[in-house]
């Protein structure tokens, strides 16, 4: 036994000894997870926040929090002599006299980016999949919830310099707070400290950014991740794979090594932009004055649907009995985006009121087999760039010589109508697919071979697929329309409650239409050929 | 570990369709790698995967390198990005290098070395089973009956009450985070005979200094001693916009508002509070970058397009008696965006 085998050994043996780790270890480190590229997607979330996390302790240590008034000084002469805060100041000096300052920004403002981004597709994923099915509902919700938290982090760290375009979101957010009714004013006087700007935000808005939302941040993701441990990751259908088990590779060695190896990737591709990709460069914008605005203002892209909702809103406010309600601010800056995440969190209990279904699923469904789901999910996303669109209107006018007016009307009518339309049309692609799938196992898979037979008629030759592509192609349920009972148990006729009526008539949409999976049956007539 | 076992199982599948679904085959067969039975592609793999590290411990050495060996004020021109300071870009590109391959090496490892063969396990039903669910409940209870919750409802009372008022505290303690709104929102630094002076340089203007269809962007004048702060700036900057007299169309009671065809509105816009910073000549339209609301100078800053539901404020001008542009009186209602509290 080599020293290093007997100090490992001593070592491990004094914390098993204290923790009993040994147990817990040797049941988990040869757990199984399945594979696929798009597990990666939450891994890249998680390994960005971890990215966000490293980063942004570095800026903490040159960032100074304070809007007090200064003259700058420094080394970067366009802004000399100008008065600023501090926190702008501090900014602009750890970006041109910190050696890696300014790497060190751009690596946090593009992982915030990819961190947005990741969770966003992530979750496409496991949306269009059904990965959210029962047991795995409360996962949906905590990523539901780690979205929304991510997109408040983001808008309050780029808050943070306190230039002129952060400062200009900072006052549209406080224009939304003052238009609640009844408690608005009050709300924002307590935030800001008295009124807009005042002097106080940025140190607040620091210790909410710095601490506050990434500790529950971080308590949220480990909870996510556990579920996932315990519950045991989906897979994707296919031979050999089942609800009851779990087919992939182990956590030791091959899971580690990858896993740990995609996230030096991750960390790697990040400081690739930050290092040639200019991010928010706030000297250009000057520090926030607020009689003063930049054309082409535009949040971050994640924060760039809610201001296309506020840009696209018709002009309502409504005054009465010495009141204002701004329903101009009101339905874009809060209602719309209420119902879009409520609804976005509801989701998995709704489909499964709707489908009935209550039992344990594992194995994920391909998009096409769940066309109503996955024509929803067009239908929300085709809404989301709608209004993600007219969130940089201006800049769409400018770059193609469009009129800004015709773009607004554009979205304002387009928010409504091109959803349903995607709705529509997304389906109809599913059933397509569903079509060709069943051809497929049929009849074999076009091998793009022309031959002339006799009679001079061409035929496209078509290969057969062997069982496990058949298998794969089949093995999907075709759930049934939960129709609405109108006898009793007795035979005796009883009128269905309008929730029952509600639920067979979303069934009926849901599952009405399906293209038939080929049976066994159909097999065995096409080997007789009977077709 | 009991429950795993590898390769191939099939099992049973059900569906709600009647008619039979195509059996499982179970895994299909395993595709060996070349490194799996050729040594001599392993040993490539192996090097492969060392060259990668050593290639990244390199781009280390590259950092260091230009951390301390390039000048921090030190730019290069690069094609298509520009001017750019070379120690970051160095620093960047040497570091993203390192972590990438270290990156790229452990996942070529993992896939051309480390062992591929699939491995299954069984899932097992989260559910409890009934026993223990009976055997949790049974805890509780007797817990409960043990600490005599249900018998002494007068503990549980006064613990409930106790419980709910201390969490009343957060509320209070929270109450001084701001000062009450008060007037705040309603009241700016324009009064009767105020100057209107030039932002940032603070001179005093003569209708003469606007030509027509010029605009300027506005402060009041403030007493010696006193300054604008940022708070200020919220409320009080306007925008000057000089038309010929007869191009406008306002109402008859702002008529006198106007200077020999001046004009004066508050540039805060009345949807969220951004500078309305943008005037269109031709059209003599105000345009607020944020949310495009446009207002119409003509007719006194009426919205003719966009998410404002209000006309920009009206700032009455006229001259002293040396012919400095003064305001005739303060705003006639609050500048900025809508709040509960304001009336009109």
């Known amino acids: 036994m080599t020293t290093g085998q007997r100090i490992g050994g001593n070592l491990a043996n004094f914390v098993d000894e204290r923790t009993g780790a040994g147990r817990a270890l040797k049941k988990n480190l040869n757990k199984v997870f399945p594979d696929h590229w798009s597990f990666m997607l939450g891994e890249v979330a998680m390994y960005s926040f971890v990215i966000l996390l490293l980063s942004g302790t570095f800026l903490t240590f040159f960032f100074i929090p304070s809007q007090e008034e200064i003259i700058y000084q420094g080394n970067y002469a366009p802004l000399s002599g100008l008065s600023m805060s501090q926190a702008y100041a501090s900014t602009v000096d750890m970006s041109f006299d910190v050696r890696g300052g300014m790497l060190m920004r751009q690596v946090h403002h593009w992982s915030a980016l990819i961190f947005l981004a990741a969770m966003v597709v992530h979750m496409m994923r496991v949306f269009f999949t059904g990965a959210y099915r029962k047991p795995r509902e409360l996962n949906w919700v905590l990523g539901v919830g780690l979205l929304t938290l991510g997109i408040v982090e983001g808008f309050l760290g780029y808050s943070l310099p306190d230039d002129l375009l952060s400062g200009t979101g900072i006052r549209i957010a406080e224009a939304i707070i003052q238009a609640i009714p009844l408690v608005g004013t009050y709300v924002a006087f307590f935030l800001f400290g008295g009124g807009f700007p005042g002097t106080i935000f940025i140190s607040r808005i620091y210790t909410i950014h710095v601490l506050l939302v990434p500790g529950i941040i971080l308590a949220l993701i480990t909870a996510h991740v556990l579920l996932v441990w315990f519950q045991k990751h989906t897979q994707y259908p296919g031979p050999g794979r089942t609800e009851k088990n779990v087919v992939g590779f182990p956590l030791l060695p091959v899971y580690m090594a990858k896993a740990g190896g995609f996230f030096f990737i991750v960390f790697g591709i990040t400081t690739f932009l930050g290092a040639v990709a200019s991010i928010n460069p706030i000297w250009l914008y000057g520090p926030y004055n607020p009689s003063q605005i930049s054309a082409g203002s535009q949040p971050d892209w994640y924060m760039g649907w809610l201001d296309g909702l506020v840009r696209m809103a018709p002009n309502w406010e409504t005054h009465a009995f010495g009141h204002t309600v701004s329903w101009n601010i009101l339905i874009p800056g809060l209602i719309v985006p209420g119902i879009m995440f409520t609804g976005l969190a509801l989701w998995p209990f709704i489909e499964s009121w709707v489908t009935g279904d209550k039992r344990e699923h594992h194995l994920l469904e391909r998009p096409r087999n769940a066309p109503t789901r996955t024509a929803v999910g067009a239908m929300a996303l085709t809404f989301t760039m709608v209004t993600l669109i007219n969130g940089g209107n201006d800049l769409l006018a400018t770059h193609f010589g469009l009129s800004i007016n015709q773009i607004m009307w554009f979205s304002r009518i387009g928010v409504f109508v091109l959803p349903p339309i995607a709705y529509f049309v997304t389906k109809r692609i599913c059933l397509g697919l569903q079509h060709k799938d069943r051809d497929t196992v049929l009849h074999g898979r076009e091998s793009g071979r022309l031959v002339m037979l006799p009679s001079g008629e061409f035929i496209e030759v078509h290969e057969p697929i062997d069982q496990y592509a058949r298998y794969s192609l089949t093995n999907h349920e075709q759930p049934e329309v939960v129709e609405l009972q109108l006898e009793d148990a007795h035979g005796v006729a009883r009128p269905g409650s309008v929730k029952e009526k509600i639920r067979a008539r979303l069934s009926r949409g849901m599952y009405g239409e399906q293209v038939q999976k080929p049976t066994e049956k159909d097999l065995l007539e096409l080997e007789d050929g009977h077709h | ?344």
């Open chain 2, 1 to 344: 570990m009991s429950d795993t076992h590898s390769g191939h199982e099939s099992s049973g599948h059900q569906s709600s369709s009647a008619l039979s679904p195509l059996a499982d085959p179970g895994l299909p067969p395993h595709i060996y790698r070349r490194a799996d039975t050729e040594p001599r592609a392993a040993k490539k793999a192996e090097r492969q995967v060392a060259i990668l590290f050593a290639l990244s411990a390199l781009s280390t050495v590259g950092f260091v390198a230009s951390f301390v060996g390039i000048k921090k004020d030190a730019f290069i021109f690069i094609p298509l990005f520009g001017s750019t300071q070379a120690q970051q870009l160095a620093l960047g590109m040497t570091l993203a290098l390192s972590l990438f391959l270290i990156g790229a090496g452990a996942v070529h490892w993992a896939k051309t070395l480390m062992p591929d063969h699939e491995v299954t396990q069984d899932r097992h039903e989260l559910r409890s089973s009934d026993e223990d669910r009976q055997g949790v409940i049974e805890v509780f209870r007797e817990g409960a009956e043990a600490a005599g919750l249900g018998r002494r409802s007068l503990i549980k009372r006064t613990l409930l009450g106790s419980v709910g008022l201390v969490t009343l505290t957060p509320v209070l303690l929270l109450r001084d985070l701001g000062p009450l709104p008060g007037k705040q929102l309603e009241t700016t630094n324009w009064k009767a005979g105020r100057r209107l002076v030039t932002d940032p340089d603070g001179k005093p203007l003569k209708a003469s200094d606007i030509q027509v269809g010029a605009v300027a962007h506005i402060l009041p004048e403030m007493p010696e001693g006193s300054e604008l702060t940022l708070n200020d700036m919220v409320k009080d900057p306007v925008i000057l916009v000089r038309l010929r007299p007869e191009d406008f169309n306002l109402p008859s009671d702002r008529k006198d508002w106007v200077h020999e065809g001046i004009i004066a509105f508050s540039k805060i816009c009345s949807h969220m509070g951004c500078a309305v910073g943008l005037y269109e000549q031709q059209t003599h339209h105000l345009l607020c970058p944020c949310h495009q609301s446009t207002f119409d100078v003509e007719t006194g800053a009426q919205v003719i397009f966009g998410p404002s539901a209000r006309a920009l404020p009206q700032l009455a001008i006229t001259i002293d008696s040396e012919g400095y542009l003064i305001a005739k009186q303060g705003f006639m209602e609050p500048v900025g965006p809508s709040f509960w509290e304001r009336s009109s």
